[in-house]
T-cell receptor
Framework: NAGVTQTPKFQVLKTGQSMTLQCAQDMNHEYMSWYRQDPGMGLRLIHYSVGAGITDQGEVPNGYNVSRSTTEDFPLRLLSAAPSQTSVYFC???????????????FGSGTRLTVV | DAKTTQPTSMDCAEGRAANLPCNHSTISGNEYVYWYRQIHSQGPQYIIHGLKNNETNEMASLIITEDRKSSTLILPHATLRDTAVYYCIVRMDSSYKLIFGSGTRLLVRP
């Protein structure tokens, strides 16, 4: 099925460990982004990419790295996990917005990360 | 992007219309109003968007005031499955970023 696929669905890390959250989409969307959602809160934008080779910071980028080597994939890396990064992480993609051609975003089902 | 204000929570009876308001008094001429919802802990789901005119699709209707400073999302016949957090977001037509606020938690009562 077409859409945004996130792996893993659940992960427990120890403080200081590193890991990569995977995100892949098969809709040929130019735009991809990562959000985190803490309990009872709205989503906050971490990083986003407007195309292969182009990334930029969102609202809460500290502690996270991203890269975009292909249109399909947009991995999120935690270099040294901290308990404050315990959250649910969502990846989203969209077609390139342009005047008169605005589309909604497609979100993945999320990765639930616990840092102990 | 303009800021939005929504009530923290609302409820309605199953089968009745749910009307969710959103204030966006600082909206500019090229900013669209988007609505998303998040059911339980799933990823947000796109509902509808609009610029000036009222919009309707299979999920909902969007009513935007003439001055564009507020809007209302209407679920015409709410069901229990519509219980969710609903987010109203304002976004420029050339902007990639989608910035979420706190949303409205809608509870549909049996």
């Amino acid at each position: 099925n077409a859409g945004v696929t996130q792996t893993p669905k659940f992960q427990v890390l120890k403080t200081g460990q590193s890991m990569t959250l995977q995100c892949a989409q098969d809709m040929n969307h130019e735009y991809m982004s990562w959000y985190r959602q803490d309990p009872g809160m709205g989503l906050r934008l971490i990083h986003y990419s407007v195309g292969a080779g182009i990334t930029d910071q969102g609202e809460v980028p500290n502690g996270y790295n991203v890269s975009r080597s292909t249109t399909e994939d947009f991995p999120l890396r935690l270099l040294s996990a901290a308990p404050s990064q315990t959250s649910v992480y969502f990846c989203a993609s969209s077609q390139t917005p342009s005047t008169g051609n605005i589309y909604g975003y497609t979100f993945g089902s999320g990765t639930r990360l616990t840092v102990v | 992007d303009a800021k939005t204000t929504q009530p923290t929570s609302m409820d309605c009876a199953e089968g009745r219309a749910a009307n969710l308001p959103c204030n966006h008094s600082t909206i500019s001429g090229n900013e669209y109003v988007y609505w998303y919802r998040q059911i339980h802990s799933q990823g947000p789901q796109y509902i509808i968007h609009g610029l000036k005119n009222n919009e309707t699709n299979e999920m909902a209707s969007l009513i935007i005031t003439e001055d564009r400073k507020s809007s209302t999302l209407i679920l015409p016949h709410a069901t229990l499955r519509d219980t969710a957090v609903y987010y109203c977001i304002v976004r420029m037509d050339s902007s990639y970023k989608l910035i979420f606020g706190s949303g409205t938690r809608l509870l549909v009562r049996p």
